[in-house]
């Protein structure tokens, strides 16, 4: 079945470091993917999408790359802030999935000063 | 602001008892989803409902059961809550059966089954 696969964290920067969160999928077709942001004690909210292939999406400063062939949506950001502090959720919507969300495990961020 | 809200924060009870967890969003959304959020699994979805009195299961529907009389509100029920549930439990909704549609959570309720 489908499936996302994230890189384990925590992930710990400085204020300014560059940002890269990998995500890889195993879906049939081509799925919608997305990536959520969960700020401590709060749900998740969305952070930006893409939904078809070469598709990139941006948000806030981060962007992903939809790649096809690599099967890939990594995430990054060019200098992080510690606002950014958060756990970040790679998910796909599979094409026959019927709207519902699969998620990775979730990769924590914590920036320090 | 478009809001979804769950009836707690923090929840604590003893196995065997009956848990009602409760669920409402202000957006006329037609989809709402319970999900389970545990270290290292990330969310996995428990049941969902796309319209009042209809629901589906998830991947992990066993040991729970919901209930959807309003639109607006999506309960989850632990019929004899069991201490392998004490986790973080979000509710999610999204506006419509078509695909690419983001769902909305609410804070999560933390349950501990003692």
């Known amino acids: 079945g489908d499936s996302v696969t994230q890189m384990e964290g925590p992930v710990t920067l400085s204020e300014e470091a560059f940002l890269t969160i990998n995500c890889t999928y195993t879906?049939?077709?081509?799925?919608?993917l997305f990536w959520y942001v969960q700020y401590p004690g709060e749900g998740l909210q969305l952070l930006l999408k893409?939904?078809?292939?070469?598709d990139k999406g941006s948000n806030k400063g981060f962007e992903a790359t939809y790649r096809k062939e690599t099967t890939s949506f990594h995430l990054e950001k060019g200098s992080v802030q510690v606002s950014d502090s958060a756990v970040y959720f790679c998910a796909l919507e599979g094409v026959d999935s019927s709207y519902k969300l699969i998620f990775g495990s979730g990769t924590r961020l914590l920036v320090r000063p | 602001d478009v809001k979804v809200t769950q009836s707690s924060r923090y929840l604590v009870k003893r196995t065997g008892e009956k848990v009602f967890l409760e669920c409402v969003q202000d957006m006329d959304h037609e989809n709402m989803f319970w999900y389970r959020q545990d270290p290292g699994l990330g969310l996995r979805l428990i049941y969902f409902s796309y319209d009042v009195k209809m629901k589906e299961k998830g991947d992990i529907p066993e040991g729970y059961s919901v209930s959807r009389e309003k639109k607006e509100r999506f309960s989850l029920i632990l019929e004899s809550a069991s201490t392998n549930q004490t986790s973080m439990y979000l509710c999610?909704?999204?506006?419509?059966?078509?695909?690419?549609?983001?769902?909305?959570f609410g804070p999560g309720t933390r349950l501990t089954v003692l």
């Open positions: 999610a909704s999204s506006q419509w059966r078509g695909s690419n549609n983001e769902q909305f």
């Open positions: 893409a939904t078809k292939a070469d």
């Open positions: 879906a049939t077709g081509y799925p919608s």
